[in-house]
């Protein structure tokens, strides 16, 4: 028989839709080349892809995170950079084929928009080049994302920063944007990929267990070790809950005032073809879950579902209420848990 919490599941996610957020930060175009291995080079010992398909593109970064929270429900608004070359153009068409709003996405002239382009042969990542300008933004270009995002606030259910560290959340901008948040009540998360000063409380700290492992300066192998790493990291970066994702182990789960105790979300045992943007779509899962009402465990349940679905596609994807439902339903009849 399902627990009350598991038959609450579906529940949530047909709560998701309709939701209003906003996604901050680094907004980014994956760039696909696909084709197979004929021969090796003769000018060097690497191997010659013979393209035979077409060339796709497709959100990456902050981008992604929105397209996640579309294909399950929501309503993204988009907050971030591009530079004005035929790269920014693609992303732009591309959030308004989503349904997200670009009003926030702000064109930079002479800085470039950030591309990733992966060659792929024989379902197999060979080689990715990327263009990029790291670089923190102007203040006068972060005062016209933070106007932008405060024009928008009052329509938004929470924020999502999507911070791979491309110069939009610099330490000035995170803590204005964390303070006209505050005042608004809107909750936010954020997926830490570079350590950063907040100066105010987030809703969601997600952390990958290597990165969690780095900020604590311990391994991560057994409960006392997660249990000392959680309460540094909710000490270092006040939140209201934190997961630690690790792989195929799961989640676990911590909140605010009961760092002595955790709980363990165990995933199933996902065919896995490619976990590119998979920690997207746990972003995405996790905060629709949140702001739907559900409890963190129960989050973590369901964006566990969700990064089930998107690691069997190839290439960044993305997870829709009938593939997390398909997946919620094996996981209640007991197959494969």
Not at 159 to 179: M, W
Not at 215 to 231: C, E, F, H, I, P
Not at 245 to 265: I, L
């Amino acid at each position: 028989m399902a627990s009350r919490s598991s038959s609450r599941l579906p529940i949530l996610v047909r709560r998701f839709r309709g939701r209003r957020l906003g996604v901050v930060g680094d907004l980014m175009l994956d760039h696909f080349i696909r084709g197979s291995v004929t021969r090796t080079s003769p000018e060097a010992p690497v191997p010659v892809v013979r393209v035979d398909q077409p060339e796709t593109f497709h959100l990456g970064g902050a981008g992604n995170v929105a397209a996640n929270l579309a294909a399950l429900g929501a309503r993204p608004a988009v907050f971030a950079v591009v530079g004005q070359d035929p790269a920014g153009d693609i992303l732009r068409r591309a959030l308004k084929e989503l349904g997200a709003g670009r009003n926030g996405v702000v064109r930079l002239p002479g800085r470039p928009t950030t591309v990733k382009t992966r060659i792929i042969a024989d379902h197999q990542h060979v080689v990715r080049a990327d263009w990029e300008e790291s670089s923190p933004l102007p203040p006068s270009v972060e005062r016209r994302l933070l106007g932008a995002f405060q024009r928008q606030a009052g329509r938004l259910e929470g924020v999502v920063l999507s911070d791979y560290d491309k110069g939009v959340i610099t330490e000035n901008f995170l803590g204005e944007l964390l303070r006209v948040c505050a005042a608004r009540e809107l909750p936010v998360f954020l997926d830490l990929k570079k350590p950063r000063r907040l100066k105010g409380e987030l809703a969601l700290l997600l952390v990958n267990q290597r990165r969690a492992e780095e900020v604590a300066g311990l391994g991560l192998g057994n409960d006392k070790s997660l249990q000392l790493a959680g309460r540094h990291l909710m000490a270092r970066f006040p939140c209201r809950t934190l997961i630690i994702t690790r792989g195929p182990q799961g989640m676990v789960v911590f909140e605010k005032g009961d760092t002595q105790s955790f709980a363990s979300v165990r995933t199933r045992p996902w065919e896995v073809f490619d976990v590119t943007g998979a920690g997207d779509t746990v972003m995405a899962a996790l905060t629709l879950a949140l702001v739907s009402g559900a409890t963190p465990r129960e989050a973590a349940t369901l964006a566990n579902y969700a990064a089930g679905v998107v690691v069997g596609k190839l290439g960044t994807a993305v997870c829709t209420p009938a593939e997390l439902w398909a997946n919620l339903k094996v996981g209640r009849t007991g197959k494969g848990d």
